[in-house]
């Protein structure tokens, strides 16, 4: 695998990410994903809540093969097929991953490839902030918010402000449980 072509598409992908604001009126549900992985599978978590009440909609979850291992600010490489086999068929009108979007240090990380990849608003959350970042991302509670595509920062820090729980996006911390085994994910 050749890391710094990976790299450059990166970069020219990144062109493509488009920054503006959401009608937050309009936003009806919101999805989240997480991935955890055990030896050479990973699970995938898919949680759909009403917004803003954050009601609990639907839940599922996937398992899969490892395609790549994991390389630090390449993440989306092993996370985009799980990821994209989970939201196969699903509705919902924005969408959290947890990755980092335009906090990257090549200014595209997995929130902003996947909002590329479905065409939806998408915002990243991450644990810490990647060094060397060339987007802006903002500390809400534990969470790292960052642009991942089709919507602006501001709108993604009302948005996570809304939704959070305690110190995390409560659609975030279900997905996070179902990843990693908390009940079957099938609602």
Do not use: W
Request: hydrophobic letters at 40%; one cysteine or more; charged letters at 25%.
């Amino acid at each position: 695998m050749n890391l710094k072509k990976i790299a450059e598409v990166q970069r020219k992908l990144s062109k493509r990410i488009v920054e503006k604001p959401q009608d937050i009126s309009k936003i009806k549900t919101i999805a989240a994903v997480d991935v955890s992985y055990k030896g050479n599978k990973a699970k995938a978590a898919f949680v759909l809540c009403s917004f803003p009440s954050c009601e609990v909609l639907k839940t599922k979850t996937i398992e899969t093969e490892v395609a790549f291992s994991y390389i630090p600010t390449y993440f989306f490489l092993r996370e985009t097929r799980p990821i994209l086999l989970l939201l196969k068929g699903e509705q919902f009108d924005l969408l959290i991953v947890e990755g980092h979007g335009k906090a990257h240090p090549r200014g595209y990380g997995l929130a902003s490839h996947i909002g590329l990849l479905i065409g939806k608003p998408t915002i990243g959350i991450a644990k810490r902030p990647l060094p060397n970042s060339i987007g802006e991302c903002v500390k809400i509670g534990k969470a790292y918010v960052s642009v991942g595509n089709l919507i602006d920062l501001n709108s993604a820090k009302e948005i996570v402000r809304i939704i959070n729980e305690g110190d995390y996006p409560k659609p975030l911390k279900i997905a996070d449980k179902f990843s990693k085994g908390a009940g079957d994910g099938g609602t």
